[in-house]
DNA sequence: ATCATAACTCCACAACTGGGGAATTCCACA
DNA sequence: TGTGGAATTCCCCAGTTGTGGAGTTATGAT
């Protein structure tokens, strides 16, 4: 019925419009449950109570919207990369840890599906993701490279079926039972000496 | 320029005609390229150099024709079955080997594709995948389906990160060097006795 | 008091989507 | 020789998409 009041609404200094953030928060979500192509501007509109346009006015494409929410809200590298620092004997227990509990923490879920979603179609996700999973590991252990992508695909694997194909014998365990499950296999992964198969010797 | 020819073409029997086939592979290749949503009806029509109304015409509804094309190229489930039997002390590698293959092979790789690239958005293509995924395994090996399942993701994980994130670390290394580095700890999973944590003992 | 600029809304567009209707042409069988 | 059905086309529709333009109102600095 009655238009919505146009113009610059009162009240709103120029810096603090908490609009810019409810777009991000709103954008998180849709990017999260549908993929980027499924997520329509309007649709994150309106989840945002906001007007289309706005997302133009403040991102301008929908590219760079999806690149700033993946960028602004991404303590991801570095929460994995802490992991990192300790005690060697322990590393692949911390990593499994901290990487599956990535999954599992309500704030950094959505963005891993986000991006797990749209990658899957989109080229550019997939160069996000990417680097995302390589991340400062093989910088640190160059010669690893292969072994440290190993335990990656194991886990991204574990919590692909786990939060989106959602296999029964994943989902039934609970955080710490899987994490211990897989631990010692990915400390294998992360610590073994040779670069290809001779690793047999378990 | 000049109209196409309208009506049935002369020269073609019933039942023979290839369209339908080609419509199936026109649509196996861009539900493999681009996922079930960003696979437009049109596009496939065109890639089969169709109209798109006999799509309509064949199948009804797009909904059936991906359903269609995932059941009717579908070997996969007994190329996996068949890797289960055999000596027990190398089942790691031939399961690692057989599921492996089946992403490079040219012939089911689209199918494998075009049900991870759908299953990130679609449900209903999830489900088919994890069906595929969960397969004849458990019920061979109830007390194992954990087990069963740690392998699964790891080598669906796998299969992620080189043919759709293309990891360079991943895509690297060709099929039997990866089959390798992982059949001991696929071998490990199918294999050990406890369900839970109380494995570490490598 | 003035004025650029930021925040915001409405409208429009051109493209594309999946689906359906109707026409046309041919084949197979009675 | 009819006639029914299969294979194929074209046209249409209502909806949605990303994006761009143009207008409106408030803020903040001058």
Redo the contacts between chains.
Sequence with gaps: MSQQQRGRPTGRRTGDSGTRDAILDAALTLFAE??Y??ASVRAIAESAGVDPALIRHFFGDKNTLFATVVADRTSIPARLGAALDGDPSTLGARVADAYLRLWEDPQTRPTLLAL??S???SPHA?DM??DL??GRA?ALAPDK??G???A???????A???H???????T??DHD?LV??????IQ?YLTADQQ??S??A?
């Design positions: 549908r993929g192509d499924a797990v979603r990658a899957t179609t997939a993701l990417r999973l390589a093989p490279a292969q440290t992508a190993l990656a695909s194991h886990l991204f694997g574990i692909f079926t786990r989106i194909i959602k296999l029964p014998a994943i039934a365990c039972t211990a499950a897989v631990a010692p296999t294998h290809t198969a690793t047999n378990r």
